[in-house]
């Protein structure tokens, strides 16, 4: 399966700043999508990321304050803006279409905490 | 969207026996279903699945059964060890689109 690098792993953040998250992948794949999962709860789709235009947002997230890149077939990012104690999740990389797989394979994720 | 729930939030079994997670989706249009582990600090990892042609796939020490007329999947772990401690997701997908849809998820805790 495919080898998923997030970066960091876990961070601390102060209100009303904001982080990028990054995630490379060790090969090409055809999707790239990025999910949050708040403490104790499942995992929610943010959005699609699509190489080389605009990300496609899930309802009741947006651009502003979650853009999203994706310059080439095996890295992507996530920027949370404007953090708020509320924005304190997991956020999590996945990628779907390695080696040829229609199975959704996810990074490690990462660990959010706002102040 | 569709919701895809489950029925027990914690499952307690004893080291040994068989497991049995459930989950109930809402969306007659899915055809593809995957069970997910998630461990503590990992994201979650691929543990079986099944298309909607089937009601029954079997992989190492784990089943996954599919009801269509009820809308309902479940997973089955045999003789459970304290390795498959972990939160349980299921996840369905409609064959028009790529996005997962997640259930809620169910702990599963293994005692010696």
């Known amino acids: 399966s495919a080898v998923i690098s997030q970066k960091p792993s876990r961070d601390i953040c102060q209100r009303g700043t904001s982080l990028t998250i990054q995630c490379q992948v060790d090969?090409?794949?055809?999707?790239m999508f990025w999910y949050r999962q708040q403490p104790g709860q499942s995992l929610t789709l943010i959005a699609t990321?699509?190489?080389?235009?605009?990300?496609?947002?899930e309802s009741g997230f947006v651009i502003d304050k979650f853009p999203i890149s994706r310059p080439n077939l095996t890295f992507s990012t996530l920027t949370v803006s404007n953090m708020s104690p509320e924005d304190s999740s997991i956020y999590l990389c996945?990628?779907?279409?390695?080696?040829?797989?229609?199975?959704?394979?996810f990074g490690a994720g990462s660990r959010l905490t706002v102040l | 969207g569709e919701n895809v729930g489950l029925h027990l939030p914690t499952l307690s079994v004893q080291e040994g026996d068989n497991s049995i997670i459930n989950c109930a989706y809402s969306?007659?249009?899915?055809?593809?279903f995957i069970w997910y582990k998630q461990e503590s600090g990992k994201g979650p990892q691929f543990i079986i699945d099944?298309?909607?042609?089937?009601d029954k796939r079997q992989g190492q020490r784990v089943t996954v059964l599919l009801n269509k007329t009820v809308k309902h999947l479940s997973l089955q772990i045999a003789a459970t060890q304290p390795g498959d401690s972990a939160v349980y997701f299921c996840?369905?997908?409609?064959?028009?689109?790529?996005?997962?849809?997640f259930g809620t998820g169910t702990r599963l805790q293994v005692f010696p």
């Open positions: 996945s990628v779907m279409g390695y080696s040829g797989a229609n199975v959704l394979t």
């Open positions: 090969s090409q794949v055809t999707m």
């Open positions: 990321a699509n190489q080389g235009s605009e990300a496609t947002y």
């Open positions: 969306n007659s249009a899915s055809d593809y």
């Open positions: 099944i298309r909607s042609n089937m």
């Open positions: 996840a369905e997908k409609g064959s028009n689109t790529d996005k997962l849809i």
